[in-house]
C-alpha cells in the first residue's frame, strides 16, 4: 500500500531508491566487480599549465624565512637610520655666557618735600614770600607803597601776595583817613580832644599783629575789607 503523502510533502526521491542503487553498484552480489587495468599510468593531460607540469612542484620544502621581508610593527619604534641628520651650528664658548640681567629701574619717585610756607621765591619781586606779605602792613607810607608796588610787579598768579597787598593798602588809607578827621576835629576843639593821638597808637599795634600772622602763615582776613579790596585788586593789573 503506498504511503499516504501529505499536502506539503514535496520529497521527489523515491523510497527504493537507496535499494535499487546497491543492486546496481553489486553490494550484493548481484552486480559485476570492478576490472582491474594492467599497465603503466599515461597522463592524461599535458597542458603546461596544471600543477603536475610545474618542475617545482614535486621539490622538497625549501627554508624562505630568511628572505621573507617582514612588515614593521607600530608599536616598536623603527632603527635610527643610517644617514646624518641636522646638527644645529654650535655656539662659540665665549658667547655661551649671558651676563644676569640688571635690577630694574627705580620708577617709583619719592614726592617732591613740601616748601615751607613763605619761602617760596615770589614772582616778580625775587624775594621770598613772607617778606612780600609782611612789607604792605608796614605802618606809615612805607606800606602803602609797598602794596602799590607788588599789584604792579606780581602776576595774577601769586594769589596770595596780591590779596594782603590790596587788603593792606584798603587797610592803611583807611586808618590814614580816620587818623587825619580824627586830628581835625582835635585842632577845632582847641587841642583838648586826644582820640587822635590813641587812635594812631591802636593802628600801629593792629598793624604788627598782622604782621606778625601773615609771617607765620596764619590767616588774617578783614571781611569789612572785602569789596574795595576786590575793586583795587581787579584795577591795578601786573606789568607784562
Known sequence: MEPKRGKYDTNPLDEDVAHRADESFGRNGSGAATDDIAGQTTPINRDPQTARAARESEAPTRRIDDKVTSYPSVFVPPPPRATASYQP??????????PPPGPPPNIYQPPPLPISPGL???????????????A???????????GFIE??????????VRFHASQAIV??????ALSALLTGLSYI?????TGAGLFRAACVVFLIIG???????????????????KWLDEKINPRK
Open 171 to 176: 587797610l592803611q588809607l583807611g586808618m590814614t
Open 120 to 134: 617760596k621765591t615770589v614772582a616778580g619781586l625775587g624775594i621770598q614770600e613772607r617778606w612780600a606779605l609782611i
Open 151 to 160: 599789584l604792579l610787579m606780581v602776576p595774577r598768579s601769586e594769589a596770595r
Open 136 to 146: 604792605p602792613y608796614i605802618p606809615i607810607w612805607l606800606g602803602i607803597v609797598a
Open 89 to 98: 651650528p654650535r655656539v662659540a664658548p665665549s658667547n655661551i655666557y649671558q
Open 211 to 229: 604782621m606778625v600772622k601773615v609771617w607765620k602763615g596764619k590767616p588774617f582776613v578783614i571781611g569789612v575789607l572785602e569789596q574795595p579790596r
Open 189 to 193: 576843639a582847641g587841642g583838648r580832644f
